[in-house]
Structure formats: structure tokens, C-alpha cells
């Protein structure tokens, strides 16, 4: 004899609660997922954006140092190149760096040549520039996106040689030893979830940048150089190329 198998089904499908419950079930596993997608992406554009600006800061930076370092070089000791001008924002100085021809390395005794009077600042396009004067190029952009630059300047003793206006008086000059350099980069886009509140200072606890409360991501980067070829007042050459942390 056979058996017989009955299987019941329900022609009525899924009850509406069930549906509700699986639609609500399903967009809330997608909210879950979009969410942590959408943290780890805000995440990584925030860390791009820091790492650029560091990267743009430091850049900055090492073509600074370098060119400082080179500041009141007179291998033939036939002129008396040094600071030119000593102010918290800008710095010009000379050297002897090439002949008449343009050479590098091949000091010919004066500080009229391309590459042998200098001068840094920050324009109004937020670009670190150097103005290599006599060339007569004009002011070049360095890192752009800089929204503050600042010098500090200092004696043998690590005294502040910049008067109550920030510059350091032309009788001084030939007391400056070492240099403090400042700088605060920003991000190249805004980020409309973020907000600048922050008051930035130099090492000495002077504002260099007031809070802008703007939506731009910055970061702050300070290095102190000692100047290796810039006489000091008792005609000796500074012989330590190291840099010095105050």
C-alpha cells in the first residue's frame, strides 16, 4: 500500500507585518553599513588632508633651512655679506654663492650675482615666496596654501632680538646667531563638517594667526636654525651647522 504525502502550503504568502519587518531589517542593515562606509571615507579624507598640508609644511621648511644656512657665506672673505632685513615676517640676506655667469660654487668675491641676495616672505595669494633679486625674476611661489610665516631671532645667548614691532632694529644685526621659522599651512579645500577655532602661537606665545572660525583643516610647523657662515660682532664665522632646538 502506498503512502500518501501531503504537503500544505499557504497560498496567502507573506502577512504584511512579516514584509514591514523584513524591509525594516534590510535598510537597517544598509544604514549600518553605509554608516561605517561613509565614517572610514570622512576618515581617510581627513587624514589626507593633514598629511598634504604636512607635507607641503615641511617642504616649505627644507628649502628655508637650506637657503638659510647658506646666509653671509664669503669664502673669499673679499665682501661683507649678511642680513639684509630682519623683520617677523620677511628676511633678506646676501652671500657669495656664484660668479658672473651664474655658477653655483664658484664664489667670485661680491654679492651682486643670481642666487646671492635673497629674500622670503609670504604674499597675499598665501604662497611662501622667495625673490631672488638679482635675477629680477620676481617673487616664486615656494608652498602655496601658507597662512602664516614668522621669524624669530635670537643672539649667542638665545636672547629675542625682535623689538616691540616685531623687527629687529639694522644695529642688530650682526647679533643674530639663531632663527626661529613659523609657519601654518592649510588644507587646499574646505571641509564643511570642520570648524577653525584655534588661536595659533609661535614658541614664544605670540599670535602669529587669530582663529579664522573658517572650515579649513591647518597645522602649525617651527624649526630654530642656527646660522653656520654669519659673522658674528667680533668678526668670527658661526662653524655649527646643527640645528638647535630652543
Known amino acids: 500500500m502506498k503512502s500518501i504525502i501531503r504537503i500544505e502550503c499557504n497560498e496567502n504568502g507573506f502577512t504584511l507585518i512579516e514584509l514591514l519587518v523584513a524591509i525594516f531589517i534590510g535598510l537597517l542593515l544598509s544604514a549600518l553599513v553605509y554608516g ?4 572610514q571615507q570622512r576618515s581617510y579624507l581627513i587624514q589626507e588632508q593633514v598629511t598634504a598640508i604636512q607635507q607641503n ?3 616649505g621648511m627644507s628649502f628655508l633651512e637650506d637657503r638659510i644656512r647658506l646666509a653671509g657665506l664669503d669664502p673669499r672673505e673679499t665682501e661683507e655679506p649678511g642680513i639684509e632685513l630682519a623683520e617677523s615676517d620677511r628676511m633678506q640676506f646676501t652671500l657669495d654663492w656664484t660668479d658672473d655667469a651664474g655658477n653655483e660654487h664658484k664664489w667670485d668675491g661680491d654679492t651682486g650675482d643670481k642666487g646671492e641676495d635673497i629674500l622670503f616672505a609670504l604674499n597675499t595669494n598665501r604662497e611662501l ?3 631672488d633679486i638679482n635675477s629680477g625674476t620676481g617673487a616664486q611661489a615656494i608652498s602655496e596654501d601658507i597662512d602664516a610665516l614668522d621669524f624669530i631671532y635670537y643672539d649667542e645667548d638665545r636672547n629675542v632680538l625682535n623689538g616691540t614691532s616685531g623687527d629687529v632694529s639694522s644695529l ?3 647679533r643674530i646667531f639663531y632663527v626661529t621659522v613659523t609657519m601654518v599651512g592649510r588644507a587646499h579645500r574646505p571641509d ?5 577655532t584655534t588661536v595659533y602661537k609661535n614658541i614664544n606665545g605670540m599670535i602669529i594667526l587669530a582663529a579664522q572660525n573658517d572650515h579649513f583643516r591647518r597645522q602649525l610647523l617651527s624649526k630654530t636654525i642656527q646660522f653656520r657662515n654669519l659673522k658674528t660682532q667680533n668678526g668670527s664665522k658661526q662653524r655649527n651647522s646643527e640645528t638647535v632646538k630652543l
Open 36 to 39: 561605517s562606509f561613509a565614517m
Open 57 to 59: 609644511l615641511r617642504g
Open 129 to 131: 615666496t622667495i625673490d
Open 172 to 174: 642688530h644685526y650682526d
Open 192 to 196: 564643511p563638517r570642520y570648524t577653525d
